[in-house]
């Protein structure tokens, strides 16, 4: 059965570092990868996906993700975070192209940067 | 493009009663879904349906239903109302062809009391 677990309900950083939301997932074949992000009162927002190809993917407002096979991983990262990228962030992953509906989302992480 | 509008925002329903969340997109997606978020428990998917007429189980169906009657409409309905549903639910579309990318309605509110 396929997975997704984010081990950090918080993650706190201050304005200015990086940052790094944490995922790591079981799936059977090639995942396809994606990071969402809710803001308060809203629905989510595509951030960024890695189907194939470079294992580093860039994404909307400065953020990207890189892809490790080997750890199952895909970390959230962003060099240098702003007060406004505090919000909740959900890891999915989908066993290839299969239209979505096979989506699973993990519980989500809380962004909180501090000015 | 409006994308996925899902109305309404909030709802109050006493027990037992039912209602329709509504939701409609105009990207001329195929796939298109219906999740329930509870506090730290993530999303969780209802149904969903992969084009009109054709609806299917998602993990947590148990009191709900749905139809798809057109490619651009997927009403939710709730039936005889329980406190255990009291949540924020998410419609959501795919078309299914571009890496499953899901765009998501901006959420309706309901609460159950």
């Known amino acids: 059965a396929q997975s997704v677990a984010q081990p950090e309900d918080q993650v706190n950083v201050a304005e200015g570092n990086p940052l790094t939301v944490k995922c790591t997932y079981s799936?059977?074949?090639?995942?396809?990868l994606f990071w969402y992000v809710q803001y308060p009162n809203r629905g989510l927002q595509f951030l960024l996906k890695?189907?194939?190809?470079?294992?580093l993917v860039k994404g909307s407002y400065g953020f990207e993700a890189e892809f490790n096979k080997s750890q199952t991983s895909f970390h959230l990262k962003k060099p240098s975070a702003l007060v406004s990228d505090s919000a909740l962030y959900f890891c999915?992953?989908?066993?290839?192209?299969?239209?979505?509906?096979?989506?699973?989302f993990g519980a989500g992480t809380r962004l909180f940067v501090k000015a | 493009n409006a994308g996925v509008t899902q109305t309404p925002k909030f709802r109050i329903l006493k027990i037992g009663q039912s209602m329709t969340l509504q939701c409609t997109q105009d990207?001329?997606?195929?796939?298109m879904y219906w999740y329930r978020q509870d506090p730290g428990m993530g999303l969780k998917l209802i149904y969903y349906?992969?084009?009109?007429?054709?609806?299917d189980k998602g993990e947590v169906p148990n009191g709900y239903n749905v139809s798809r009657s057109t490619t651009e409409d997927f009403p939710l309905r709730l039936e005889l109302a329980a406190p255990s549903q009291t949540s924020v639910y998410f419609c959501?579309?795919?078309?299914?062809?571009?890496?499953?990318?899901?765009?998501f309605g901006e959420g309706s509110w309901l609460t159950v009391v």
């Open positions: 799936v059977s074949g090639n995942p396809y």
């Open positions: 959501a579309s795919s078309a299914g062809q571009d890496g499953n990318t899901i765009y």
């Open positions: 349906s992969v084009g009109a007429g054709i609806t």
């Open positions: 999915a992953v989908s066993p290839g192209n299969t239209g979505g509906f096979k989506t699973i």
């Open positions: 990207m001329n997606h195929n796939y």
């Open positions: 890695y189907i194939t190809g470079d294992n």
